[in-house]
């Protein structure tokens, strides 16, 4: 990579943390209405994920998707103004926080249903694996998915037809509030995917460059017509489940020990490390993205509601 993309991923990732850091205030303050998962302690995975792919691949993910949005290419005001519900956001405020998408980014959203977005997925496989477009879809989702029926017919059928897929597993030791050795027969979830005969492998999620490593070795290896390929990423989110998560399930010194392997420090230390950047050179990105978060609320905040009408567009397909 050049130096512009280093900075650009590093600029990526502050971005994730400060939309998301902007918009628990805004839920506080009463702005936000409906569930707001938070992405922070996560944004290595989807980061280092979307840089790996080409413009054809497509990305599709559950309902913690405001940094997946960014990633994708989705502008924070977009993503901040369809947090509020208003008309100028990237679901013209009618999907909220859980339902970002843009089909012309490939990004497909942003889906509420445990699981339900895994069959979508091989569905959109199918659909490039038919049309020899070359692409790859890139489907994310959460440990607690993998204990639905969804997941196992999804991942069943990806072999059976060899579909050009590439999941994703976000291990981050909890769904909800159940510890992933409550709910899950298997602790390492990748294991899961040798029940279906597809390759598998596990990644450090809090390391960008080790994400991306994985994802251009494996989104290759999918390219050249192998079929799926599953990837767990070990990973950690810092804040709650979701917004108002009184967290009597996890003890504040496990929270703590994650913080110390925050993914933005450790790209941060990577970049200082490797001579590629300096403190004050990230420095200045930090302001930069503060100066953009703020933008982004002031449209957002400004922004008008959708109107009345806005209840009957976009049902049904033309
Ligand atoms: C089918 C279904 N069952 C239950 C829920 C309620 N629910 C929302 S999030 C969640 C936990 C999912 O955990 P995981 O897949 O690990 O994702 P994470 O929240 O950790 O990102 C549950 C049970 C739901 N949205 N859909
Ligand atoms: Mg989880």
């Known amino acids: 990579m050049q130096k512009a993309e280093y900075l650009d991923l590093y600029h990526q990732m502050v971005l994730i943390r400060r939309v998301e850091e902007r918009s628990a205030?805004?839920?506080?303050?009463?702005?936000?209405?409906?569930?707001?998962?938070l992405y922070i302690g996560q944004e290595a995975v989807s980061t280092g994920l979307i840089a790996a792919r080409q413009p054809k691949d497509r990305i599709i993910?559950?309902?913690?998707?405001?940094?997946?949005?960014?990633?994708?290419g989705i502008p924070a005001k977009s993503v901040m103004a369809e947090l509020l519900g208003k008309a100028t956001g990237i679901s013209k405020g009618k999907g909220g926080s859980m339902h970002m998408a843009d089909v012309d980014k490939n990004f497909w959203g942003g889906h509420a249903v445990v699981g339900a977005h895994l069959p979508i997925a091989a569905g959109l496989a199918l659909g490039d694996q038919y049309q020899e477009t070359g692409g790859v879809t890139i489907c994310m989702f959460g440990?607690?998915?993998?204990?639905?029926?969804?997941?196992?017919?999804?991942?069943?059928?990806?072999?059976?037809?060899?579909?050009?897929?590439?999941?994703?597993?976000?291990?981050?030791q909890?769904?909800?509030?159940?510890?992933?050795?409550?709910?899950?027969?298997?602790?390492?979830?990748?294991?899961?995917?040798?029940?279906?005969?597809?390759?598998?492998?596990?990644?450090d999620g809090m390391d960008l460059m080790a994400v991306h490593a994985a994802a251009e070795e494996h989104?290759?290896?999918?390219?050249?017509?192998?079929?799926?390929?599953?990837?767990?990423?070990?990973?950690?989110?810092?804040?709650?489940?979701?917004?108002?998560?009184?967290?009597?399930?996890?003890?504040?010194?496990?929270?703590?020990?994650?913080?110390?392997?925050?993914?933005?420090?450790?790209?941060?230390?990577?970049?200082?490390?490797?001579?590629?950047s300096t403190?004050?050179?990230?420095?200045?990105?930090?302001?930069?993205?503060?100066?953009?978060?703020?933008?982004?609320?002031?449209?957002?905040?400004?922004?008008?509601?959708?109107?009345?009408?806005?209840?009957?567009?976009?049902i049904y397909a033309d």
């Open 25 to 37: 205030e805004l839920y506080q303050q009463g702005k936000i209405g409906g569930f707001l998962h």
């Open 61 to 72: 993910t559950a309902y913690r998707d405001h940094g997946v949005a960014i990633n994708a």
């Open 143 to 172: 440990d607690g998915a993998t204990n639905i029926g969804f997941f196992h017919e999804a991942l069943n059928l990806s072999r059976v037809w060899d579909l050009p897929v590439l999941w994703v597993t976000e291990n981050n």
């Open 174 to 203: 909890y769904g909800m509030g159940t510890t992933v050795e409550r709910a899950s027969a298997v602790s390492e979830i990748r294991q899961k995917a040798e029940g279906y005969g597809i390759p598998n492998a596990r990644v």
């Open 219 to 276: 989104l290759a290896y999918i390219r050249e017509g192998n079929g799926p390929f599953f990837l767990e990423a070990i990973t950690y989110r810092f804040r709650g489940h979701s917004m108002g998560d009184p967290e009597r399930y996890r003890e504040k010194d496990e929270i703590e020990r994650w913080k110390e392997e925050d993914p933005i420090g450790i790209y941060r230390k990577y970049l200082v490390g490797k001579k590629i």
């Open 279 to 314: 403190p004050d050179e990230l420095d200045a990105i930090d302001q930069q993205v503060e100066e953009e978060t703020q933008e982004a609320v002031e449209f957002a905040e400004s922004s008008p509601e959708p109107g009345p009408e806005q209840l009957f567009e976009h």
